[in-house]
């Protein structure tokens, strides 16, 4: 029922684009504006890590290796952020959640092929 739904994950070639979409419940929306909205990613063996931040105050803040290549953004009035994601690479790919404050998505895959 608090869980956000992400959206727009695949299989993409090296170089490429995607744009991943966190839908926030209905449940939730009323809080959107005044919780952190981040993106993170795992991989099989290594531990979750941070890929975008976007805080209430409105402050940004990135992963080192996605530094220049990603974007985080919101849509207030669609209750929905989102993660730009390009100049792909094979090492970005991994299972990528979406939060809002402490409420975790259940992952979309993206895949970077070489």
């Known amino acids: 029922q608090g869980q956000p739904v992400e959206s727009g994950g695949g299989l993409v070639q090296a170089g490429g684009s995607l744009r991943l979409s966190c839908k926030i419940p209905?449940?939730?929306?009323?809080?959107?504006?005044?919780?952190?909205l981040g993106w993170y990613r795992q991989t099989p063996g290594k531990q979750r890590e941070l890929v975008a931040l976007?805080?209430?105050?409105?402050?940004?803040t990135y992963g080192d290796s996605v530094k220049g290549r990603f974007s985080i953004s919101k849509d207030s009035s669609r209750k929905t952020h989102y993660l730009n994601m390009n100049s792909l690479k094979p090492e970005d790919t991994a299972i990528y959640y979406c939060?809002?404050?402490?409420?975790w998505g259940q992952g979309t895959q993206v895949t970077v092929s070489s």
């Open positions: 939060t809002m404050g402490q409420n």
């Open positions: 976007l805080t209430s105050r409105g402050t940004t």
């Open positions: 209905r449940a939730i929306t009323s809080v959107f504006n005044t919780n952190d």
